[in-house]
């Protein structure tokens, strides 16, 4: 089982809308999680760090349900420039991160 | 101030053939990560320095692959004996302290075997 999985989408929305990601991760000693943004043939961003909580910056806001050990990440008022692939990124124990495969989202005009 | 960088930005090679990745990482960060990202997929760890030790080599594939970090700054990625399915991006990403959980990305190097 791989340690963090999300729907790879793609998700195709209109300008304005609200758009949810969610992803889920395998290890329950699993200690931060992040969101990071990817553009096309560019390295991976972070966007957010993810708490339980629940945090928001501007039009996001990412979730951690530590019992279902899930997260999820909401993007209200989609702009176009938030095109991107969203990965979610989990670190558990030791300094490396484990990234999901990334959740394509294309905001039309 | 400058970010992670990488060179070569692509590399074209022959299967069998031999190649040297290299990263700069931020001026004293002092933790340094490999990671390999393939099409349509998540970045996937190989390694991690902490100064000029390998801290965890764990997710380095088998041993035709090797990384050094002799001065505690730039570290080579070595593939030997490269295959077709080597073919990817190799990314590399430094913090500031292990701990510090912010890792910055350098721009990959996009590795193509024939």
């Known amino acids: 089982r791989k340690e963090v999985e999300q729907d790879p989408g793609p998700f195709n929305v209109p300008e304005g809308a609200t758009v949810a990601f969610n992803c889920t991760y395998s290890?329950?000693?699993?200690?931060?999680f992040f969101w990071y943004r990817q553009d096309c043939r560019k390295e991976p961003k972070l966007l957010m760090s993810?708490?339980?909580s629940g945090n928001e910056d501007g039009r996001f806001t990412a979730q951690l349900n530590r019992a279902s050990q899930y997260i999820s990440l909401l993007i209200r008022d989609s702009k176009l420039s938030d095109s991107a692939t969203y990965l979610c990124v989990v670190k558990t124990g030791a300094n490396n991160l484990f990234f999901g495969t990334g959740t394509r989202l294309t905001v039309i005009p | 101030g400058a970010g992670v960088s990488q060179t070569p930005s692509n590399k074209v090679t022959e299967k069998g053939k031999y190649v040297e990745l290299r990263c700069d990482p931020i001026?004293?960060?002092?933790?340094l990560y490999w990671y390999r990202q393939s099409l349509g997929q998540g970045p996937e760890f190989l390694i991690y320095f902490q100064g000029t030790g390998a801290a965890d080599d764990s997710g380095l594939p088998n041993d035709r692959f090797f990384a050094v970090r002799p001065e505690g700054s730039v570290s080579t990625l070595k593939i030997q004996r490269t295959e077709r399915g080597d073919s990817a991006v190799y990314l590399c990403?430094?913090?500031?302290?292990?701990?510090?959980?912010?890792?910055?990305f350098g721009p990959g190097t996009r590795l193509l075997v024939l």
């Open positions: 001026s004293g960060h002092t933790a």
């Open positions: 990403a430094s913090s500031l302290t292990p701990d510090q959980e912010t890792q910055y």
């Open positions: 290890n329950s000693a699993s200690q931060s």
């Open positions: 993810v708490y339980s």
